[in-house]
């Protein structure tokens, strides 16, 4: 299971960190992601981490966005730094293991202008 936190309103140039901690998975050897949704749009891959802490982002929010990993907690964290209105979005927390693929239960970023 993955469960997310973090999400808030925000200002526009503010700053959030959201947080994703596994369970009943071996974390350690799943690359993991975060996507974001907006009402009546697809899920869109905004970042993702491999077990060895390679990172890769969307165009988007490439340097703003910071996704890391800890494999001793199990957690999964995105800061993001310079939000922008655009960036608001319900953020889900992502890893395809053992065949299945496992979502968390999202958490809202607001940002307003």
């Known amino acids: 299971q993955l469960q997310a936190s973090g999400g808030g309103l925000v200002q526009a140039g503010g700053s959030l960190r959201l947080s994703c901690r596994a369970s009943?998975?071996?974390?350690?050897?799943?690359?993991m992601y975060w996507y974001r949704q907006t009402p009546g749009k697809e899920r869109d891959l905004v970042a993702m981490?491999?077990?060895?802490?390679?990172?890769n982002y969307a165009d988007s929010v490439k340097g703003r966005f910071t996704i890391s990993r800890d494999n001793v907690q199990r957690t999964l964290d995105l800061q993001m730094n310079g939000l922008e209105p655009e960036d608001t979005a319900r953020y889900y927390c992502?890893?395809?293991?053992?065949?299945?693929?496992?979502w968390g239960q999202g958490t809202q970023v607001t940002v307003s202008s």
């Open positions: 009943g998975i071996n974390f350690r050897l799943f690359d």
């Open positions: 981490i491999t077990p060895d802490h390679s990172t």
């Open positions: 992502h890893v395809s293991a053992y065949g299945r693929d496992y």
